[in-house]
């Protein structure tokens, strides 16, 4: 049965930059969502805003069909999946769980694994598109799992996203999303190394990102990112913590099939060499202030 808006009730955990304006359209599209997360303002927010609260998984979980977690990487889907008072312990029989979260293959097979096992269905759905697509529903969702739980999930997922595929059995869409990752890191900082290197050339950067927009070198990352980085604002976004996780997932997922990702090693350092300088928390996009430094430039400030 596919999960639409008029048969089914969503247990929502992790409301963050994504997960929040992603329950936030279920509701747009009149899904019945009770959502949980670690800062209980944010639950709040979401009751006044027309959702329902719960103060903890098991309240958010009890009543659902589905239940979406949207948390930053596999220790904490572990965590809220898999231990104690977590989802698998409340989701009722037969209820479906979607992972939205960007994690380990690995992990994603054995939540998949775990759930089976107490008769529930799960599949790993991460996103790719940022807070941007997350607001406006149009996000590029990557799916591991059996072909009737995503049919089933369908609905739901074309509530939050345009692109939707069935990449393979679980732990798929992870594989996949390791690759989306491989690929934006590798264009940030080729678009950073551009900026920087145009920016010291003394040309007008902006006509130039404009006009590499329209070419070959043009990509979503320039669309999405490209005022953010004349400003000099590298608010998040998705965060350098996060893409440090993606780096190690994929190199990691990489080496394991025997596949060379040098360009994609060589990116991870970057961007471990920027957590390590204090920038953890910023956007991505702040591979223009690793750019810098390594080119004797102040990092901050306007491009
Ligand atoms: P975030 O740090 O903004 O939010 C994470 C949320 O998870 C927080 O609100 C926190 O309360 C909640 N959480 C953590 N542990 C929890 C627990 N034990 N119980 C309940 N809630 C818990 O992260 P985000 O940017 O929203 O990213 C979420 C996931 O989506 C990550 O895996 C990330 O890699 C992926 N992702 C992010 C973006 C982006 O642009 N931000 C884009 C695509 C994918």
Redesign the pocket.
């Known amino acids: 049965m596919a999960h639409t808006a008029g048969n089914t009730k969503i247990g929502f955990?992790?409301?963050?930059?994504?997960?929040?304006p992603m329950a936030r359209n279920l509701l747009k599209a009149g899904y019945d969502v009770t959502a949980?997360?670690?800062?209980t303002e944010?639950v709040e927010q979401f009751a006044k805003d027309g959702g329902k609260g719960a103060s903890s998984?098991a309240e958010a979980v009890e009543d659902a069909d589905v239940v979406i977690?949207?948390?930053?990487?596999s220790p904490?889907?572990e965590?809220?999946v898999l231990h104690e008072g977590g989802v698998l312990e409340n989701i009722r029989e037969g209820g479906l769980i979607i992972d939205?979260?960007?994690?380990t293959p690995q992990t994603s097979i054995e939540v998949a694994a775990a759930a089976k096992a107490k008769g529930v269905r799960a599949i790993d759905a991460?996103?790719?598109?940022?807070?941007?697509?997350?607001i406006e529903a149009v996000?590029s969702i990557m799916v591991g799992g059996e072909q009737e739980d995503f049919d089933a999930a369908k609905p739901i997922l074309e509530t939050l996203g345009k692109t939707i595929v069935l990449c393979g059995p679980a732990g798929s869409g992870q594989t996949v999303?390791a690759a989306n990752?491989l690929i934006v890191a590798v264009n940030i900082e080729a678009v950073a190394e551009a900026v920087v290197f145009l920016k010291k050339s003394g040309v007008d950067l902006g006509a130039a990102l404009d006009v590499l927009n329209g070419g070959l070198a043009g990509s979503t990352v320039l669309t999405r990112k490209k005022d953010s980085i004349l400003a000099g604002d590298y608010q998040?976004?998705?965060?350098i913590?996060?893409?440090h996780?993606?780096m190690g997932i994929v190199t990691d997922a990489a080496r394991a099939v025997g596949a060379a990702v040098p360009a994609g090693a060589l990116v991870a350092q970057l961007v471990a060499s920027l957590r390590a300088q204090g920038d953890g928390g910023l956007?991505?996009s702040a591979l223009v202030r690793s750019v810098k430094r390594l080119s004797g430039e102040n990092p901050d400030g306007a491009n």
């Not at 991460?126 to 997350?134: D, F, I, L, R, Y």
């Open positions: 955990i992790g409301l963050g930059i994504m997960g929040d949980f997360t670690l800062e944010k998984i977690t949207m948390v930053p990487a904490q889907v965590a809220v939205m979260s960007s994690i991460p996103v790719s598109g940022g807070e941007a697509g997350a996000l999303k990752q998040p976004g998705f965060k913590d996060l893409h996780k993606d956007d991505h």
